[in-house]
């Protein structure tokens, strides 16, 4: 008996008035590319506007998609590219019609954002009490208009479930990768990463993006000593073992390290250990107790916890999800 084609998860792309154009066509490059292991496409992407009609971009060209906002109706996903300019980002309002239709669709599709997409879903009331991100240039804005929004603008994206929102445009791709690790599994985003010559994953937050002053000319940095540390990441390496690596007083290096990275060395490192301990899970059959020892945990328990911190599951949990049958989420 022939075997029956996947059902491919339907994603609708709408294309608002000043929308980045580059960012419309993400969705397409990386949704649309992935493919499971007979090469049948994964995902269905096609891109609206609210009438049908021509939507001008931020880029100061035109639009023209093939469908009209009744394709939302449908999907099961829904991405929201980012935009420049208009009432959302100006008063945080939207027009009561894509307000209405947002909140219609939100009950059956999972909702998606780009960079300032997300004022969009905070205009229409879809992130009130959630966590959220956007662009760190406009976040000072966002808290603004939207203070009962819980915005983390030193993330690169954030899921909570069936909503999600990212930062700039490149945390965009971040993000539709990590739906496609979501749905399908780190081998099949993986793929679709090096398609597009792009990272699969990449650690820390956009705070490491975020415009500061250029340390002194001469100044050693700590590039190699995370180099150095990557190496030995099942050792208990301690701040004072970083700074001696590094030739600083530990006061000197912690300035440095958060001036190169965005965030504190204790951090980067637990960062780094759940990231190795990921791979291994999805990627081995090594058990959970040498796992955590290999990630430099230690115990399951402290794998769990910082795991569980991290990414909202337990270990066992995270290697049936990422290593069992892939199924399309509703």
């Keep these: 008996m022939a075997s029956t084609a996947p059902t491919r998860h339907e994603v609708a792309v709408l294309a608002l008035p000043r929308t980045m154009a580059y960012e419309v066509g993400l969705p397409h490059q990386f949704l649309g590319s992935a493919r499971d292991s007979d090469g049948r496409p994964l995902y269905r992407v096609r891109v609206a506007s609210l009438d049908g009609g021509p939507v001008r971009t931020s880029a100061g060209y035109s639009l023209l998609p093939e469908h009209d906002a009744a394709i939302l109706e449908t999907a099961q996903t829904v991405v929201l590219p980012g935009i420049y300019g208009t009432s959302a980002m100006t008063d945080g309002t939207v027009p009561d019609e894509l307000a209405d239709l947002l909140r219609r669709v939100s009950a059956t599709a999972r909702l998606v954002s780009i960079c300032t997409g997300a004022f969009v879903l905070a205009a229409a009331g879809l992130l009130d009490g959630r966590p959220a991100t956007t662009h760190w240039v406009h976040s000072g804005a966002f808290a603004r208009l939207f203070p009962q929004v819980r915005l983390d603008a030193d993330v690169l994206f954030v899921d909570d479930g069936d909503v999600l929102t990212s930062a700039g445009n490149a945390a965009g791709i971040d993000l539709l990768l990590h739906l496609i690790r979501r749905d399908h599994g ?28 250029v340390p002194e000319p001469g100044d050693t940095g700590t590039a190699a000593t995370r180099a150095w540390a990557l190496e030995r990441l099942e050792s208990p390496l301690t701040l004072a073992d970083l700074a001696a690596h590094a030739r600083m007083s530990v006061r000197t290096f912690t300035r440095r390290f958060r001036e190169e990275t965005g965030t504190s060395a204790a951090s980067w490192l637990v960062q780094q250990r759940v990231s190795l301990a990921r791979h291994l899970l999805e990627t081995t059959d090594t058990p959970v107790e040498r796992v955590a020892s290999d990630a430099g945990f230690g115990t399951p328990a402290s794998l769990r916890q910082h795991l569980h911190a991290a990414i909202g599951v337990a270990p066992l949990t995270y290697r049936r999800t990422y290593r069992g049958s892939a199924v399309h989420p509703m």
Aim: charged content about 30%.
């Design 186 to 213: 780190a081998e099949v985003a993986s793929r679709v990463a090096r398609r597009s010559v792009v990272a699969p994953w990449r650690d820390g937050g956009q705070s490491q993006f975020i415009e500061r002053p």
